[in-house]
């Protein structure tokens, strides 16, 4: 989580500096502010306006404790969070792979084409479950999508420790990308955040 905020409060400032009324500026800014605050909901989604005691609360201090027992839908929202912060980090570090790759060996545009597609596994499922979980009106239904993604989760950690096209992928000559580490240690707070 340190390792998130660091990289949104990066991109905040870069944002804020070229831009400051682009609307992604705003969706970093709130995913930010989740990660800080820990309680009711009052982060409904990009653009829509918090309640003015939220927004006091969050502005007088740069971290709130969190609750001893943080709501389902916080751990949801906390596992989301990670997770697509551990894919968007591994793709990044892919793209950069497939670049270093391109700029030594030319020749090899096949197989870092195929790089493009080496976190296509992870594109969908668990993503899916977390918005399931978190959009869900009842708690029936909450459970069983807390399930699946939970059940997903586990699967991805053991494709992550066991796949050989990760250890390659991070033994390359080229490349540090770290993605076995950076995935595996999302995915047990994805576990833990569920479990």
Known sequence: IEEQIA??????????SADPDDPALGEARRQ?????????????????????????????SRTIAPDPEPSADVSYRKALL?????????????????????EEEPDESAAAA???????AFNKGLTDALDE??????????????GRALAIARQYQAFVS??????HIDNNPY????IQQRLSEALTQVVGHLG
Do not use: C
Not at 7 to 16: A, N, S
Not at 114 to 120: C, E, F, K, P, V
């Open 7 to 16: 990289e949104l409060t990066d991109k905040i400032e870069r944002m804020g």
């Open 175 to 178: 490349l540090d990308t770290g």
């Open 162 to 167: 066991n796949a050989p096209l990760v250890t």
């Open 133 to 146: 979980a978190l959009s869900a009106t009842d708690g029936p239904a909450r459970r069983a999508a807390a």
């Open 114 to 120: 195929r790089l493009d597609a080496a976190l296509d």
């Open 82 to 102: 990670a997770w697509d912060f551990a894919k968007k980090r591994s793709h990044e570090r892919l793209q950069a792979l497939r670049r270093a790759v391109l």
């Open 32 to 60: 930010l502010a989740e990660l800080f605050y820990v309680g009711s909901d009052p982060f409904p989604g990009g653009g829509q306006s918090m309640n003015a005691t939220d927004k006091a609360l969050l502005q007088s």
